[in-house]
């Protein structure tokens, strides 16, 4: 990292970046191009009915997989000129390329972007040492603040408890996103492994209130898109 400074703590990551974080779609044309006005439109829809408190850009939901580098960058661009510092905007830079990870990093935090979001390698299998190392690498590349992002389902792998508690020694990493379908009850072994050093989001809607009673602060919910108002009113009710 940059610029060490007192580890962010859960609570200053919700001031910041709050209890809904929108992953937003990607939108295509017919030719398989980006359609990248009607993808604004779409963002400014749900900033506009405030189903959201930050924007993911490029995470799974946007089909970051599908994009080229410089599709995801151009789409970073995009959305931060759409909106500039209006609301949080999180760069989604994950890759199975521990380079590439950090390159899209570095385009987003050119852009001004305020965190980014990286998701575990996927097929390459790695286990929790070379995990530890790809997290490491991105989060000493640069000075943004990093959620981890964990989703067995697609990665084909999990982050251990284990290997978050060596995560969350780094300062600039400061929140996990987990899938918590899979591993219903991890949200509590990352609170206790870490203690509570992470902001905990579930990275799956039906999952929303059984992270939040774990001790977890909220979600990236897809979705959003549609029930942002609905996913926010239960969030409310429940604190």
Do not use: W
Not at 63 to 76: C, G, I, N
Not at 107 to 116: F, I
Not at 150 to 177: D, M, Q, W, Y
Not at 179 to 208: C, F, H, W
């Amino acid at each position: 990292m940059k610029n060490k400074e007192k580890k962010t703590c859960p609570e200053d990551v919700v001031a910041k970046f709050g209890r809904i974080l929108l992953p937003l779609i990607t939108v295509f044309k017919k030719d398989f191009s980006v359609d990248y006005a009607l993808t604004k439109k779409v963002a400014k829809f749900v900033v506009q009915n405030k189903f959201c408190d930050s924007i993911i850009v490029s995470g799974t939901t946007g089909e970051f997989y599908a994009l080229s580098f410089d599709e995801r960058v151009k789409l970073f661009q995009a959305i931060k000129e759409e909106f500039g510092d209006t609301i949080p905007l999180i760069a989604g830079t994950g890759s199975a390329s521990t380079r590439e990870v950090i390159e899209l990093t570095k385009a987003a935090e050119k852009l001004g972007y305020d965190a980014v979001m990286v998701v575990a390698p996927y097929y390459s299998h790695p286990e929790q040492e070379g995990i530890y190392q790809h997290f490491k690498a991105v989060a000493q590349s640069t000075s943004l603040p990093l959620m981890i992002y964990n989703i067995p389902l697609f990665a084909g792998v999990n982050i251990a408890p284990e290997t978050v508690a060596r995560l969350a020694e780094i300062e600039n990493i400061i929140a996990i996103k987990d899938e918590a379908g899979l591993n219903p009850l991890q949200a509590t072994a990352y609170i206790q492994k870490t203690e509570g050093r992470l902001a905990v989001y579930s990275g799956d809607d039906p999952m929303v209130l059984q992270v939040l009673i774990q001790g977890g602060v909220g979600v990236v919910s897809g979705g959003s898109h549609v029930i942002g108002d609905m996913m926010r009113n239960m969030i409310n009710d429940f604190l």
